[in-house]
């Protein structure tokens, strides 16, 4: 019989250190962090629009929409990148640290993600609204 960490005569540490648990603790981590991710690109976009309004206000039609869709679903996509760092560091030898300071790669790409949305939206985008 088997269990969702693996089988029920192996110890926690051999189950968690199989493919199956640590994808399952990777997931549990990440996506529970990916609404805020979300949240924080969906407010800085908001914030940009109502700050500059009247701007904005020609590019609030259908295409646009479906480009911010785009971009959002590009975002996501940049996210799953933790996943390759997050798993690679859980097979490594440097396991338990990595458990415990992954939150900084988390930190971090927020950071990242906050630079490169206002970026996009200041030097790629506002300039050519009319």
Avoid: K
């Avoid at 051999?14 to 991710?37: K, Q, V």
């Avoid at 690679?88 to 950071?111: D, E, I, K, P």
Wanted: net charge positive; charged share 10%.
């Amino acid at each position: 019989m088997t269990s969702d960490l693996g089988p029920a005569n192996s110890s926690p540490s051999a189950a968690h250190d199989s493919l199956r648990g640590i994808m399952t603790d990777a997931i549990r981590y990440w996506e529970a962090r990916r609404i805020p991710y979300n949240l924080l690109l969906t407010g800085i976009v908001v914030v940009w629009i109502a700050w500059t309004w009247p701007h904005f206000r020609p590019a609030a039609t259908l295409n646009s929409l479906l480009a911010m869709l785009v971009l959002a679903v590009l975002a996501n996509l940049c996210y799953c990148s933790a996943y390759v760092a997050d798993l690679a560091m859980q097979y490594s030898h440097y396991r338990n640290s990595w458990v415990r300071w992954r939150w900084g790669l988390w930190t971090f790409g927020m950071l990242f993600a906050a630079l490169l949305a206002n970026y996009w939206i200041a030097d790629e985008i506002f300039p050519y609204v009319r």
